[in-house]
């Protein structure tokens, strides 16, 4: 039986719902509030998740930017040495699909060559009739980028839980294979 | 004075405290003298554990066998109880692809009831350490 810490970094343009899905899975749907104001919003959630068929979990601290996104230099001292990335973007805003590669680069960069376990959610599904970006086209850039691909709507409480198992059973992996490698050593 | 491994499960040394701890890969590993057997970090740094040697010890030299580690942060103690930790030694430690780090420090000052080891970082998101030897004599035991 292990249990694993992770850091989780949420990357994504303002608006989204970064903060409302951090908030939705912390509090397991009990929670959707509707108006966040940027400066407001808890900076650290932190969420236990059993990995399926072991004993095993993964105790994520979800850091939150509450609105500083907006100050870069702010950033690069929340993301320090993250161990895995929720990339999020708004379903009817491609301009906020579009910037996904700007913060994946952005992400990427904090990890300093290690690799970095990551999802990318496409938010706000419940509005339909907005939506400016398809699932295909997610999926196909997300794809090329190795990440797992998912939609939620935090406002609809859907599928708001699968991205973090996600990142939860890709984490859990990567440590058996280091350990296995650690294992090889002598 | 006879000089030997202090860090030794056998001559009573004891890991007191791990901040991680994985039950396939426990922390009595660093001390059993075994190097193919090791403690695992779980997460984020920093990480650290903490050797007793439930006595008064003097440490002349110290290797570390490790893997991953990045900066390794050393403070010890001279208390009964596990208190008063004062900076001892610090190490940046470099990578070495597909071998053990194997970091050997001589040791000023060695004297010592108990040794804090903090990684503060690492090359990658979990590291190892596989022994930990301290050579050096048995001063005094506890009164
Ligand atoms: N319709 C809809 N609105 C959402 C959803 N998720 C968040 N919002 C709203 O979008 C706005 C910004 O959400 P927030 O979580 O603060 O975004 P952040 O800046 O990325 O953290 C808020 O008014 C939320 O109520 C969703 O799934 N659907
Ligand atoms: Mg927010």
Redesign the pocket.
Known sequence: MVKLAAKCI?A??????????A?MFRTDGAH?????T?TT?VDLVVKTVAIPDTEDSVEFFIF?S??K?LFSEMLDKLWVSPNVLCL?YDVTSEQSFNNCSKWLEKARAQASGTSLPGVLVG?????AGRRAVESAQAQAWAQGQGLECFE?????MENYEAPFHCLARQFHQLYQETVEAFQALV | MRKFDLCLNSEGAEVILATSSDEKHPPENIIDGNPETFWTTTGMFPQEFIICFHRHVRIEKLVIQSYFVRTLRIEKSTSKEPTDFEQWIERDLTHTEGQLQNEEIIARDGQATYLRFIILSAFDHFASVHSVSAEGIAVSNFS
């Open positions: 949420l994504g343009d303002s608006t989204v719902g970064k903060t409302a899905l908030q959707f509030q509707k108006n966040y940027l919003g939150d509450a609105g996104e999020v938010n706000k599904t419940d509005l939620t709507s935090a406002k609809e």
